[in-house]
């Protein structure tokens, strides 16, 4: 590896004058004092760092799905079955409107008129002439305001019954997470304590749960309830337009999808091209006074400002490539609704379907892709759920090992203190031992200083007697742990 001339390098201000940026073509050459630029540059061997970019790291370790209903009591049960189906309920019901809707469309075109004069001709002989048929559309029309009555309160029902559910359960995990982590002893928090971990996940872990088990699972029932409903009503209403539909569909995801695949490359290239210009930033700013006193302030900018054109090229490579991909998605959506209708038309023209059949299975079968899309968004906090429930679980289920209230219980306390054959090592450092073989007897009522030299563990005794640790061994071989930890 060569030594390059660095951003700091030394010229005369009447050789490197401050000139603008757009008028600096190549990068202004600023020999360093500190080398010898007569002499050949010497070649410095660095050592190259390994590459671990390749390797696979493992998945986060997650608990599965109904483990996050652990805490969930028989009114939490209760509230879940009642929301889940409030939701199965109102993502029905958008679908179930267009049935309703076909048939309204086919009430009032039921002759097939060609134009608007003899359609307001129809709609007057079914309004006024034929009471049957006004009695027939005055029913309809109050079915589709039922629904929308039923959308509001089975909505409030789902939304109320998964967020109170999601609000009672995790203020039990919270409860069980904080009464566990009380009952610790002090060698806990040596080792976990520093990296704020016991913080982060009350706080953040919590709510990452409370979301799966909330709102997320309401929403994910109701879309996927839209997206059955809404292939039963397609088909049912008219399975030719329902199977094109379907077949089309694939190649409208497939243009969305490529395009979000290259809008994600660009968006990483363009995320290092800013990160590469705020580090020649950082610099120059960290050094200004370096950076001042070997002028070398054109040096700087024409650095950021080089680094700053990757960014101006990927910004435009990124609005094309939306520009395109919502361009193909959309044309491919309007060419398939063109096709549909097309073969719809020839449907009603030889009497194998009307027109509301068509309109139906056509719009049910998109509210069902578009209620498929919804459900898989969710997915993404249920796995942000597991993955803190298994962390907060895995805190919950373990013991303390100081905490002791059905040990051994000794008859009478005299008040001597004695270490008799004490090993202890805190947990953080198993493997430098603090005392070994310890002995010390305190006789009650009867001052002793502890006198040693740095590290000798005299700081750990007191700890040890107040329970905040256990020793590895003590009082004749027998572990401390195995007595009642009230009386000692």
Request: hydrophobic share 45%; aromatic share 12%.
């Amino acid at each position: 590896m060569m030594i390059n001339r660095g951003l700091f390098g030394w010229s005369p201000p009447h050789i490197q004058p401050l000139t603008p940026v757009s008028e600096v073509s190549e990068p202004p050459e600023s020999p360093s004092p500190y080398l010898d630029t007569s002499a050949e540059p010497v070649p410095i061997e660095v050592e190259e760092e390994i590459d671990d970019g390749d390797e696979i790291e493992p998945p986060p370790a997650a608990v599965p799905f109904s483990r996050l209903f652990a805490c969930a009591d028989r009114l939490d049960w209760v509230l879940m079955v009642v929301g889940s189906l409030a939701a199965a309920a109102h993502g029905t019901a958008l679908v179930v409107y267009l049935h309703y809707f076909a048939k309204i469309i086919h009430l009032l075109v039921h002759d097939h008129p060609d134009t608007m004069d003899v359609l307001l001709s129809d709609f007057y002989d079914v309004m006024f002439s034929k009471p049957c048929a006004f009695r027939f559309l005055n029913l309809l029309t109050l079915t589709i305001v039922y629904i929308a009555v039923g959308v509001f309160a089975f909505g409030w029902i789902e939304v109320s019954c998964w967020i109170l559910t999601g609000e009672r359960q995790t203020a039990v995990i919270r409860s069980k997470y904080v009464q566990v982590l009380l009952n610790q002893d002090m060698s806990f928090f040596d080792t976990y304590g520093n990296n704020g971990d016991i913080v982060s996940q009350v706080l953040s872990d919590v709510l990452l749960i409370q979301s799966a088990l909330s709102e997320k699972v309401g929403n994910y029932i109701h879309n996927m309830a839209t997206f059955f409903s809404g292939l039963v009503i397609g088909f049912f209403n008219c399975w030719q337009i329902a199977l094109i539909t379907l077949a089309t569909g694939p190649f409208i995801v497939a243009a969305g999808g490529i395009s979000n695949i290259f809008l994600h490359r660009l968006a990483e290239n363009i995320q290092d091209a800013y990160a590469e210009a705020a580090s020649i930033a950082e610099q120059a700013v960290s050094y200004i006074r370096t950076l001042y006193a070997f002028t070398n302030e054109t040096l700087a900018k024409y650095s950021y400002a080089t680094s700053l054109q990757a960014t101006l090229r990927y910004g435009i490579l990124i609005s094309l490539v939306q520009g395109l991909g919502l361009g193909f998605t959309y044309g491919l959506a309007i060419c398939s609704c063109a096709l549909q209708l097309w073969v719809g038309r020839f449907l009603v023209t030889h009497g194998r379907a009307h027109g509301g059949e068509v309109i139906t299975s056509l719009f049910a079968v998109i509210l069902s892709g578009l209620g498929l899309n919804q459900a898989a968004t969710n997915f993404y906090s249920f796995e942000q759920g597991r993955i803190a429930a298994y962390r907060l679980f895995e805190m919950i289920s373990r013991s303390s090992s100081s905490v002791n209230h059905d040990g051994i219980t000794l008859p009478s306390v005299q008040g001597n203190i004695e270490f008799r054959n004490v090993y202890f090592s805190y947990l953080s450092r198993p493997e430098i031992p603090i005392l070994s073989g310890f002995y010390l007897t305190v006789p009650a009522k009867k001052a002793v200083a502890l006198v040693g030299r740095n590290g000798s563990g005299k700081s750990s005794i007191i700890p040890l007697m107040e329970r905040f640790y256990d020793p590895t061994l003590g009082i004749g071989n027998v572990c401390f742990s195995h007595f009642n930890a009230l009386i000692l």
